[in-house]
């Protein structure tokens, strides 16, 4: 009977424990899931949907941490991202979007991903993202208006990864909390005098540039404590 009674109770555990680790899922993968607990939603990934827009629906859960919106077809986001005013980590790798101003609406921000698109400028109102430390904009090869990231003071990771540079951006050595900073696959030949400012450096990526050995070892010498990727 006391063995009969130990593996009861053994078995309501583990129950119990499997409805632990249910209650406290913090992604979804299905919208529908979603909205039936829209108010306890922290995290959502739409990967690869075939979505055109982002979904009105989706605006529904607005105390959205993560939202995941990665290899969709996504040509536009309109100014109804803004309900989702608690979004910190925001990936729209991968669609077709052309101008994502509408996102600098969301001012907790720290993360934005918005490689591979079609971008075609960085919107004025970038440093509305005040707590942004960590933008990719990599692989968008027309894009312009890199100096409007110039008041990005809190940015530590910036990747700037193929996207039709010819010299390096002005303003970007202002930006003195810079980590991590990635040029590469550009056509830039030479870096400004005061790069050396970038105190915080850890990286800098600059390989396939037009960059030569000459400045590459001036690079060393301003940064010392930087680590450069050829």
Not at 112 to 138: A, G, Y
Request: some cysteine; charged content about 25%; proline content about 3%.
């Amino acid at each position: 009977m006391k063995e009969v009674i130990k593996i009861s109770l053994l078995l309501i555990i583990i129950s119990c424990s499997r409805q632990k680790v249910d209650n406290t899922k913090t992604t979804y993968f299905y919208l529908d899931e979603a909205l039936a607990q829209c108010d306890k939603v922290k995290s959502i990934s739409l990967i690869d949907r075939q979505l055109t827009k982002v979904p009105d629906d989706i605006f529904k859960l607005s105390n959205l941490i993560w939202l995941d919106l990665q290899f969709n077809k996504i040509v536009e986001i309109n100014s109804d991202i803004c309900s989702l005013r608690n979004v910190e980590i925001l990936k729209l790798t991968k669609n077709l979007i052309k101008n994502f101003e509408a996102v600098t609406c969301l001012t907790s921000l720290r993360k934005l991903d918005v490689r591979n698109n079609k971008l075609i400028q960085v919107p004025d109102s970038i440093d509305n993202l005040k707590l942004l430390e960590d933008l990719n904009l990599s692989n968008n090869p027309d894009l312009g208006g890199l100096d409007n990231l110039a008041e990005m003071q809190v940015l530590k990771e910036l990747r700037i990864s193929n996207i039709g540079l010819k010299q390096f951006p002005q303003g970007l050595t202002s930006i003195e909390t810079l980590e991590h900073l990635d040029i590469s696959f550009n056509e830039i030949d030479s870096v400004p005098e005061d790069i050396g400012r970038l105190k915080n450096l850890k990286y800098l990526i600059i390989e396939s540039t037009n960059i030569n050995k000459e400045t590459i070892d001036k690079l060393k010498d301003m940064l010392p404590n930087t680590i450069i990727a050829e």
